[in-house]
């Protein structure tokens, strides 16, 4: 099935050139034929096979962590509790929750797309330590390993927070195992983010200056301070978990005079930055794909690039809002519900920004574009209920309630996994120098939009009704609302499979792709698809802004 | 951004090491005094000099880049904000609302 | 179109050193100091959760600290102290000796820190073990008697000494961890594998060292010298 890539209708006018005389043919050594073998793939230093072998983990983990939804959620198509036990309940929703966040989410962009693309994008050969980079990668198993082992031999039923003392003094599950596994994960977010900062600021081509980075290389960027400055603290908060379980060194433990609070402030301190780890880059994303398919400059580039500091900055200042009911001071619940409005006015300002972007611009719809919208749509929904939260007195009422589910479902799984998703369309044709199904692609898209919505807007209104969270048994009032739930999540299921299908498909049969197939500005458009392991044949020079494309109304300009 | 190797003098080493040496002295005399409140900023200070004294010469902060006092200077940032942030709440139950909080 | 196999190296003169994804020496060199100074931040946001839990427990349960603190043994920890600051003087020898190439000298200097390094860890393991005679260990055989602290003002030093133990011991496991890296450093160094235009792994082991050095400068009040005067 042929199928056309490139602007589709709603584009200028686009006359299809002979491959002759449009680019020079691609070279027949790329960096994926250059070797072959399981050791070229374990052993490798090269920045983009690193970038497949973390697309194979992390996509493993994502089903696994998938999984235990279908499994959560067919729990709760009754109000009765008569799947599982509720012991069992407890582990199901926290292994749910750390493969989730800590082996998918968090990775997922930076070590994909931002290991493949960012030394492409600035006229790199490779990042700055292209064996830490690997040994990232090993760490990362390494950790997923531990993890895996603690789930096989029982699993463990804290709830993906960890909360003192239960994970310290009470709870009888494999906690020290789940927590070095996630500890020793720490470390490979660290490097990686240790790599594109030393990388972004060191390795730029010539003529590249800050400002006429990509916005992707922006959001990396930003995103990588807080990988740097955040994850050791809860690699030393769990730690402290370890050694309480593990040798009784108990500085949480109330009958010692410990305090459970300190937990949580160490714990989230690290914890709410982590949720802009897990949207900055999906950010990123989004600015690729919005200039792209409105073939137009960004609306406000440095305010936008701006707004990627702000928010990994500012997201350090506000994580006491995830205490508000435990007992913090309510002088400092008052300080953080603040500092709280005041981090989503970046946010605001990039949904603006590409708002203002699609305007008179030249707009098509492919796939690409679709999960772009969509996760604008969906983030905004997520983020203004995120601002629900951050009140003070509304929050004491829908804390720990479905509402806060949802919210954070809208921005991780409407945001950021739709930002995954798009990308991983967009630059697929630079990755595997092959075209994906258009016409499957965008079905995929849209079941997994409408199967979303039917997933997570009904716990909206399920938690302001007073539904609990982590609870597998609730009143029967709340049934209609959880099945329709449960149905939406078989949905966004199917959708999920549809691409792990033609993507997969396209690798062996899908159409050979040129080096521009979406005429997009960027370095990493302007060499080979798939590149050679060097990414450029010669160094590449920068003479003009980011996203230069033509302006409307140049054509008539002779 | 520092284009050649500064190469430090010993001398500026031993200087330094006798410096903290004599830090650490008087750091250990003055937590033998009574000083009220101003022991433990006391103690902190000399230790803050002694750091500052490393991370300068020890480290050669002080003939690098402007990028590397740039990394120096968040890292203490953010330290700070740490301590002072989890510090901020305890020292302030009961300032406003319900009683233990 | 040019082959795959020329790519931007041009014509340069290699240095032996230099990989292939980077411009020059100098170039590799300034990325690899950023890149040791960015993985220093994250060590202090790592002890930094420690000092975090220390600062509040010390604002909670001042007695008990204080009642502890004089428990630990002063003398040794001030010469421990005292063993360090050496140790980051004979490594910034070393460093400097690998800058300015001499060899053996360099070996020398790196060995004597190791050695440093040694009887800091010994004199550590002479505390600990006091610290399990006389029960201030935390967990059940804990008894907190000797520290003239009585009932509910007891429980606390329990906090206390589970800090101790974290701090120092995450201390000193870095410590573990540093020594064989400057053997090994040493060994590279005694091989001839360094020069005054390459000597990068001396220098950034040295950073390594001199901060775990600063971890101590930090620890060694907070926990030895808590209310000396009462």
Redesign the interface.
């Known amino acids: 099935m042929t199928t056309q890539i490139g602007p589709g209708p709603g584009g200028p006018p686009r006359p299809p050139l002979p491959p002759a005389l449009s680019e ?1 043919p691609a ?1 027949r ?1 790329n960096y994926l034929n250059v070797a072959y073998g399981v050791k070229s793939w374990l052993l490798t230093t090269d920045h983009k096979r690193i970038a497949l072998l973390y697309l194979a983990s992390v996509t493993l983990m994502f089903f696994l962590g998938g999984a235990f939804a279908v499994l959560i959620r067919l729990e709760l198509v009754t109000p009765a509790g008569d799947l599982v036990q509720s012991e069992t309940y407890n582990k199901l929703f926290t292994m749910h929750g750390i493969i989730m966040v800590f082996f998918f989410l968090i990775p997922s962009i930076p070590a994909v797309l931002g290991n493949f693309l960012i030394p492409i994008m600035i006229g ?7 064996r830490l980079n690997l040994a990232s990668w090993y760490i990362y198993m390494f950790g997923a390993a531990f993890t895996i082992y603690a789930l096989v031999s029982g699993g463990v039923d804290t709830g993906w927070t960890f909360y003192a003392p239960y994970s310290t003094t009470y709870s009888n599950t494999h906690v020290i195992a789940a927590g070095l596994g996630i500890f020793i994960n720490g470390f490979s977010s ?1 490097l990686t ?3 594109f ?2 990388t972004i ?3 730029r081509a010539p003529g590249l200056t800050w400002f006429r980075l990509p916005l992707f290389v922006w959001a990396h960027y930003a995103t990588s301070l807080i990988f ?6 809860i ?3 769990l730690l ?1 978990v370890v ?2 379980r593990a ?5 949480y433990d109330p ?5 459970p609070i ?1 937990f949580q ?2 714990f989230w ?1 690290y914890s709410h930055p982590a949720v802009y780890i897990m949207i900055l880059p999906a950010m990123g994303v989004i600015s690729e794909l919005v200039t792209c398919f409105s073939r137009k400059r960004i609306f406000g580039y440095p305010v936008v690039a701006m707004s990627s500091l702000a928010i990994a900055v500012i997201g350090f200042l506000v994580w006491g809002h995830h205490m508000f009911v435990s007992g913090q001071s309510t002088y400092a619940g008052l300080i953080f519900s603040f500092l709280s409005f005041l981090v989503a006015i970046p946010s605001a300002i990039k949904v603006f920004n590409w708002t203002a972007t699609l305007y008179k611009g030249s707009v098509s719809w492919d796939t690409p574009m679709l999960y772009a919208i969509g996760f604008v749509g969906l983030f905004t929904i997520g983020g203004l209920t995120g601002l629900f939260l951050a009140s003070l007195g509304l929050d004491v009422h829908v804390t720990d309630t479905y509402f806060v589910v949802a919210h954070f479902h809208y921005i991780m799984v409407g945001g950021a996994i739709m930002g995954y998703l798009g990308g991983i369309h967009f630059w697929w044709p630079k990755i595997t120098g092959r075209l994906y199904p258009e016409m499957w692609a965008r079905v995929a898209a849209v079941i997994i939009f409408a199967g979303f919505n039917l997933t997570f807007f009904p716990q909206f209104i399920l938690g302001y009704l007073g539904m609990p969270r982590r609870y597998h048994a609730y009143p029967e009032e709340f049934q209609v609302l959880n099945v329709m739930s449960s149905a939406g999540a078989s949905i966004l299921g199917l959708g999920y499979l549809l691409p792990m299908i033609y993507l997969v498909w396209s690798m062996r049969y899908g159409p050979k792709a040129s080096a521009n197939p979406w005429q997009a500005k960027g370095l990493e458009w302007q060499t080979a698809s798939p590149p ?3 990414n ?4 590449p020079v920068v003479t003009e802004e980011a996203y230069a494309y033509a302006v409307e109304g140049e054509a008539h300009i002779v | ?5 500064h ?2 003098s ?1 001398v500026v ?2 200087g ?2 006798l410096a ?2 004599v830090l ?1 002295g008087l ?2 005399f003055a ?5 009220g409140l101003w ?1 433990t900023p006391v ?2 200070l ?2 803050v000099t ?2 500052v004294l ?2 300068l ?4 902060v002080k003939y ?2 402007r ?2 006092s740039l ?2 200077g ?3 940032l ?2 700070l904000l ?2 002072a942030g ?2 901020a709440d ?2 302030s139950r009961g300032w406003v609302g319900s009683p233990g909080t | ?2 082959s ?1 196999a ?3 190296h041009g014509a340069e003169r290699h240095h032996p050193d230099l990989v ?3 411009e020059s020496l ?2 590799q060199k ?2 690899a ?3 040791m ?17 220390y ?3 010390r ?3 001042f007695h008990a600290f204080v009642q502890s603190s004089r428990h630990l043994n ?1 003398p040794l920890g ?1 010469i421990n ?2 063993v360090l ?2 140790s ?2 004979t ?3 070393g460093v ?1 000796a690998s ?2 190439g001499r060899r053996r000298p360099t070996v020398a200097w790196l060995l004597l820190t190791v050695a440093l390094g040694g009887v800091f860890l010994g004199i550590k393991t002479v505390e600990y073990k006091d610290k399990f005679d006389h029960h201030l260990v ?3 055989s804990f008894q907190a008697e000797e520290l003239h602290l009585e009932g ?1 003002a007891a ?2 030093a ?2 206390f000494y ?2 101790y ?2 701090m120092t011991g995450l201390h000193a496991a870095h410590m573990v961890i540093g020594i064989p890296i400057i053997l090994f450093i040493a060994w590279m160094a005694h091989r001839g594998r360094f020069s005054p235009e390459y000597h990068t792994p001396v ?1 950034l082991t ?2 390594y060292w ?2 775990v ?2 971890i101590w ?2 620890l ?3 926990l030895y ?1 808590i ?4």
Not at chain 1, 228 to 233: D, N, S
Request: aromatic share 12%; with cysteine; hydrophobic share 55%.
């Open positions: 020079p070279p050594v790199a050969r490779d990042l700055a330590f292209p660290i983010g240790l790599n900062i030393v600021h060191r390795m740097v400055l955040g994850t050791p603290v690699a030393i908060t402290t050694l309480e040798l009784h060194l108990g500085i009958r010692l005079g410990g305090d300190l402030h160490l301190f050679i392991t060097e450029f044949e010669r160094q | 951004m520092s284009s050649s190797e190469i430090v010993p080493y031993v330094v090491f903290l040496i650490t750091t250990v937590s033998t005094v009574d000083l022991n103690a902190l000399i230790a002694k750091a490393v991370v010469f020890f480290m050669h690098s880049s990028l590397v990394a120096v968040a890292a203490m953010w330290l740490l301590i989890v510090i305890y020292v | 179109m040019s795959v020329d790519t931007a292939h994804h980077f100098p170039a300034e990325a100091t950023f890149g100074w960015v993985f220093i931040a994250q060590e202090v946001m790592f002890f930094g959760g420690l000092f975090a839990a600062t509040i427990y604002h909670l349960y002063l001030a102290t005292a600051i050496c980051s003087l490594m910034a020898m400097h800058a300015i935390p967990g059940e509910s429980r606390p329990q906090i589970a800090l133990f974290a220098e040295g950073l001199h901060f050095d600063i400068i930090f060694f009040p907070l010298l209310g000396r005067h009462h």
